[in-house]
C-alpha cells in the first residue's frame, strides 16, 4: 500500500521577532499563510529507511538531504518511535517548493510525511500528539498540518488559526542560491535589532476585511533588514516587483524569495509576466490553502 500526501509552502504577513532566547531561538508573534506551492510525499512500507527526491522545473533538489538527515526520515523515525512501532517506510518527495528559500518546504516535507505514515499504519495519532511531534522537528512544522491562516507565537510551532476572508494571490520570485535561516537570525543578532513583541492587530483587521490595497499596507517582515545585509542584490528585486505593479513586495520568511501581492489572478499573471523578463523563475500562488492532506491512497 501507498499513501501520497500534499503539504503546502508557507509566507509570513507579519514577522516580528523578539530577542534571542536562551536556547538558541527566537521569539516570535508571525502570522502564517500556506499559499498554493507543494510538496508530494509518498509513503510506502520498506525493510529500512529510505527517501529519493525529484524537482519540478528550475528548482534545484542538489542540497536536499537524501540520508537520515533528511527532515520526512526524522519525521517517520520519530513518529515510529512514538508508538513504539518497529517499521520503516521508503519516502518519495516530489517538490515544487523552491529550497532553501524561506517557504519552509522541509517543514512541508516533514508534516507530509507524519500525515503519511499515520495513514499507512493507521496509528490514529490525535491531533495534539502529531502538533507536539512536529513542534520538535521545526518551528514551522506544526503550521504546515495546520495550513490556512494562523498567528504563530513561542517560537513559531504553536499555533491558532485566523480569521481570513481574502482569497490573495501572491507573484512568488524565489533566488537562485538559497540563504540559510540560522545565518539570516544570527545577523539579526548582530544587528541588534530584537525588539518587544506585539501582536499586529491592524494585519488581523486587514485579513478579515479582505482587501488587497489595505492588506499591502500591513505586511510587515523584522527579518528584511538582516537578509538584505547578507545579501544586498535583494534590494534590487524588491524594486522590481513593486515597478512591475504589485501593491507591496514581501520577503518571505528568511528569505531569499519575494512575494509580490497582487488584486487577483489576472493582475499576478500580469505582474509575473513583465517580473520573467529580469527572473528565470516567477510562479503566482493563491492563499490561504489547506494543510497537510492525503490525495491518493492506494
Ligand atoms: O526550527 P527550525 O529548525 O526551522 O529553525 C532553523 C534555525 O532558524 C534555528 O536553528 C535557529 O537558528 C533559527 N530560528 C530562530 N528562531 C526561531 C526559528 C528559527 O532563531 N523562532
Redesign the pocket.
Known amino acids: 500500500m501507498t499513501v501520497t500526501v500534499r503539504a503546502p509552502a508557507k509566507i509570513n504577513l507579519h514577522l516580528g521577532?523578539g530577542p534571542?532566547r536562551e536556547d538558541?531561538?527566537?521569539?516570535?508573534a508571525t502570522v502564517y499563510q500556506a499559499i498554493g506551492l507543494y510538496d508530494d510525499v509518498t509513503a510506502t512500507d520498506a525493510g529500512d529507511w529510505g527517501v529519493t527526491v525529484t524537482v519540478s522545473g528550475e528548482i534545484d533538489g542538489s542540497q536536499v538531504p537524501l540520508d537520515d538527515d533528511n527532515i520526512a526520515i526524522r519525521a517517520g523515525r520519530a513518529l515510529a518511535e512514538h508508538h513504539g512501532v518497529d517499521r520503516c517506510a521508503h519516502l518519495a518527495i516530489a517538490k515544487s517548493i523552491p529550497v532553501a528559500g524561506g517557504l519552509a518546504g522541509?517543514?512541508a516535507d516533514a508534516a507530509a510525511a507524519l500525515v503519511a505514515l499515520d495513514r499507512l499504519w493507521d496509528l490514529q495519532t490525535s491531533d495534539a500528539d502529531l502538533l507536539a511531534l512536529a513542534g520538535r522537528l521545526?518551528?514551522?512544522v506544526p503550521f504546515a498540518l495546520l495550513g490556512g491562516t494562523a498567528y504563530g507565537t513561542g517560537?513559531?510551532e504553536l499555533v491558532e488559526p485566523v480569521a481570513d476572508n481574502g482569497q490573495w494571490w501572491w507573484v512568488v520570485v524565489p533566488e537562485g542560491q538559497g540563504l540559510s535561516?540560522?545565518a539570516v537570525?544570527?545577523e539579526y543578532d548582530r544587528l541588534g535589532l530584537g525588539q518587544t513583541l506585539r501582536a499586529p492587530d491592524g494585519l488581523f483587521e486587514a485579513l478579515a476585511e479582505a482587501y488587497p490595497e489595505v492588506l499591502a499596507s500591513e505586511l510587515h517582515n523584522d527579518l528584511e533588514p538582516a537578509s538584505l545585509d547578507l545579501r544586498p542584490e535583494l534590494a534590487r528585486t524588491k524594486r522590481e516587483i513593486l515597478e512591475c505593479g504589485a501593491y507591496a513586495a514581501l520577503l518571505s520568511g528568511?528569505g531569499p524569495t519575494w512575494l509580490g501581492l497582487a488584486g487577483d489572478a489576472d493582475h499576478a499573471r500580469v505582474v509575473a509576466a513583465a517580473l520573467a523578463d529580469t527572473h528565470p523563475v516567477v510562479l503566482c500562488a493563491p492563499g490561504p490553502v489547506a494543510g497537510a492532506h492525503v490525495v491518493t491512497y492506494a
Open positions: 521577532v534571542g538558541g531561538y527566537h521569539q516570535l522541509g517543514s521545526g518551528s514551522d517560537r513559531g535561516t540560522a537570525y544570527a528568511s
